[in-house]
C-alpha cells in the first residue's frame, strides 16, 4: 500500500471521472494568447501568423477559448486573427490574465465522467518547469478561474504536475518520463510509487508506464508530448533520430526500446509507429530548440502539425496521416513558434464534449 496524504473517496477517480483520449470529441480547445517576449526574444511578432493559422483550422470544427490580460490584448488578437482570415463565430474570449503562453502547463485538466454526463477540472499545482520562470503566480490559478466561469467542480491534489508531461489512451493508460515527474525541482517530498498514485487517482487511470528522458533543448525537463504519443487505444507514435552522432539518437532509441516492452492493462502489447525528427537540427541564436513533429494537437476535424522547412515535414505528415485517417493532418511553420521551446500541443489544451 502506498502511503499517500490523499483521501481515496474523495477522488475524481472513486468518484467516477477519468481524463479522455485527446481525440475523443471535443468542445473547445484552450488557450492563453501569447504575450510574454521574454519567452520569444526578438521574435514575438513573427509568431502571430502561424498562431492564428493554427486556431483558424482548429475553430472550423469546435469552439476555440482564449484566455486574454485584458481588452487591449482581446482586441489586438481579434485583429491579427482578422488579419489570418479566421471564421469568428467559434472564438471566445476569457478576461484570465496570465504570465504565459503555455496552456497545455498551467491550463485545466478536464475530466468527464460518462455515465452521469458531467465535467470536472483538476487543478494541479504549477511551478513554470522547476520554478525556471517566475512570476507564474497568474498562470496557477488558470484552471479554478476557467472552473468558475464553466460552474464545474473542481479537485486540487496540491501537488505539480504540467498537461505536457502526460499523455492519455483513454483506456487507463499513462505515459510519461522519469526526467520530468521524478524531478526533484517538482515534487521532491513524493517518490515514483507516490507519483503514480496521485496520477491514477486524480486523472481517473489504471497504470503509469515510463520512459526515461526528453529531447534535447527541452526545458521542461523532458516532456513526453514532444516524443511519444497515442493515436490508438493500443498505438503510440515515438520521434526517432536517423543520425547516431546527434545527442537525440540514443535517448529516443532507448525510449523506443522500453516501449516495444510495455504492456496495456488488457495485457496487449504496444504498437509502436516511428515518427521521424527533423533531418537537421532546428537552431536558433546558437540553441538547439526541441522540434519535434510529435507536439501535434488532435482536434475534432484536423490534426495540426509543426514543421520546421525540413525535408522530413511531408514524410511526418504522411504517418500521421495514415494514423488519422477521419481527420486532415494539416502542418503549420513552427520555426519562429519553436523558438519559444514549444509547439501546438504545449500551447494549447483541450475541453473535451460529454
Known amino acids: 500500500m502506498v502511503e499517500v496524504p490523499f483521501k481515496e473517496a474523495e477522488t475524481p477517480k472513486y468518484q467516477g471521472f477519468h481524463f479522455p483520449a485527446e481525440w475523443e470529441k471535443q468542445e473547445a480547445m484552450w488557450l492563453s494568447w501569447p504575450h510574454k517576449e521574454a519567452s520569444w526574444p ?40 482578422d488579419k489570418a ?29 460518462p455515465t452521469a454526463k458531467t465535467k470536472a477540472i483538476v487543478d494541479w499545482g504549477y511551478n513554470a518547469w522547476g520554478d525556471k520562470y517566475p512570476p507564474y503566480d497568474q498562470d496557477d490559478i488558470i484552471p479554478t478561474r476557467i472552473a468558475k466561469a464553466l460552474n464545474l467542480p473542481v479537485y ?14 483513454g483506456k487507463g493508460t499513462i505515459l510519461t518520463t ?48 514532444d516524443i511519444t504519443r497515442f493515436v490508438k487505444a493500443n498505438t503510440v507514435i515515438t520521434a526517432i533520430e536517423e543520425h547516431k552522432q546527434t545527442d537525440n539518437y540514443e535517448i529516443l532509441k532507448n525510449n523506443l526500446e522500453l516501449l516495444k516492452g510495455f504492456r496495456l492493462t488488457s495485457g496487449e502489447k504496444l504498437e509502436v509507429i516511428e515518427l521521424p525528427m527533423p533531418s537537421k537540427p532546428v ?8 522540434a519535434s513533429y510529435a507536439n501535434f494537437y488532435i482536434a475534432n476535424k484536423v490534426v495540426v502539425v509543426p514543421v520546421f522547412n525540413d525535408k522530413n515535414d511531408g514524410k511526418a505528415i504522411d504517418i500521421l496521416q495514415s494514423c488519422f485517417t477521419d481527420k486532415k493532418v494539416i502542418g503549420i511553420d513552427s520555426v519562429d513558434i519553436i523558438w519559444g521551446l514549444g509547439s501546438f500541443h504545449c500551447l494549447s489544451q483541450q475541453e473535451p464534449a460529454i
Not at 471564421?87 to 468527464?112: K, M, Q, S, V, Y
Request: proline letters at 5%; one cysteine or more.
Open 42 to 81: 526578438g521574435k514575438i511578432d513573427a509568431i502571430y501568423p502561424h498562431y492564428c493559422a493554427f486556431i483558424k483550422e482548429v475553430a472550423k470544427g469546435q469552439k476555440v477559448r482564449i484566455n486574454v490580460n485584458d481588452q487591449k490584448m482581446h482586441d489586438f488578437a481579434l485583429e491579427q486573427l
Open 85 to 113: 482570415q479566421t471564421d469568428l463565430e467559434n472564438i471566445e474570449f476569457f478576461h484570465f490574465p496570465t504570465d504565459d503562453a503555455w496552456c497545455r502547463d498551467h491550463g485545466p485538466a478536464f475530466l468527464i465522467n
Open 156 to 169: 486540487y491534489p496540491e501537488i505539480v504536475m504540467e498537461g505536457g508531461g502526460v499523455e492519455f489512451n
Open 178 to 225: 522519469k526526467s520530468c515527474l521524478l524531478n526533484p525541482n517538482r515534487n521532491p517530498h513524493l517518490n515514483k510509487e507516490q507519483i503514480e498514485a496521485y496520477l491514477k487517482a486524480y486523472y481517473g487511470q489504471d497504470q503509469v508506464l515510463w520512459l526515461q528522458e526528453g529531447i534535447i533543448g527541452d526545458d521542461t525537463d523532458g516532456h513526453i508530448d
Open 283 to 290: 537552431i536558433y541564436d546558437g540553441e538547439q530548440l526541441p
